[in-house]
């Protein structure tokens, strides 16, 4: 199993651009989840999804959308990048409704200029 | 609100001496408390979790204790060594709509030998 695959590792943006962040697992887990984490404030849940056609927003989801056409693939959308979204992006997906152990990807970062 | 408080932010010990990190959680409804690592430039790993059914949880030198009346539970590391310095997150489930996973802001922990 590859687990939680992330892509692309980097990317720089201009302001204004859009741009989606690709996310796959082969683990058949139900909930998935995106996660941005700035120097001193954690890991803050952006969106997350408890199953195929099911999203709900997290603590900071202004400006990202997502759907969750498959149980694979959670991809995360940026329409219109700002420089307070360069950030490490993390997508992370678990077993049950994210009461069992996430398992995380790579991790994306992401700057905007 | 859906926070969870994590404390102390770094935290600095000597090889072979202990290290507590603290968390508090808002959400009564919450049962569940897991701890992830992260080492520098990688993703967080789950260390260790704790079910709201139970106490205290041990693993090797790595311990964690929930006090659902106060709500707060802490991650335990007897024994430091230098591999165990990295960032040390604290998360807990929060209801409300669907289970959410929040994350605390983290703890970066240098054991220095």
């Known amino acids: 199993n590859a687990g939680v695959t992330q892509t692309p590792k980097f990317q720089v943006l201009k302001t204004g651009q859009s741009m989606t962040l690709q996310c796959a697992q082969d683990m058949n887990h139900e909930y998935m989840s995106w996660y941005r984490q700035d120097p001193g404030m954690g890991l803050r849940l952006i969106h997350y999804?408890?199953?195929?056609?099911?999203?709900d927003q997290g603590e900071v989801p202004n400006g990202y959308n997502v759907s969750r056409s498959t149980t694979e693939d959670f991809p995360l959308r940026l329409l219109s990048a700002a420089p307070s979204q360069t950030s490490v992006y993390f997508c992370a997906s678990s077993r049950e409704t994210g009461n069992t152990e996430a398992f995380f990807g790579q991790g994306t970062r992401l700057t905007v200029v | 609100g859906e926070n969870v408080e994590q404390h102390p932010s770094t935290l600095s010990v000597q090889e072979g001496d202990s290290a507590v990190i603290k968390c508090t959680y808002s959400d009564s409804a919450s049962n569940y408390f897991p701890w992830y690592k992260q080492e520098l430039g990688k993703r967080p790993q789950l260390i260790i979790d704790?079910?709201?059914?139970?106490g205290e949880k041990k693993d090797q030198r790595i311990a964690v204790t929930l006090n659902k009346t106060a709500k707060h539970f802490s991650l335990h590391i007897t024994e430091t060594q230098p591999e165990d310095s990295a960032v040390y997150f604290c998360?807990?489930?929060?209801?409300?709509?669907?289970?959410?996973?929040?994350f605390g802001a983290g703890t970066r922990l240098a054991v220095h030998p």
């Open positions: 998360a807990a489930i929060v209801s409300g709509g669907y289970n959410k996973l929040i």
């Open positions: 704790i079910r709201s059914n139970v």
């Open positions: 999804s408890v199953g195929a056609g099911i999203t």
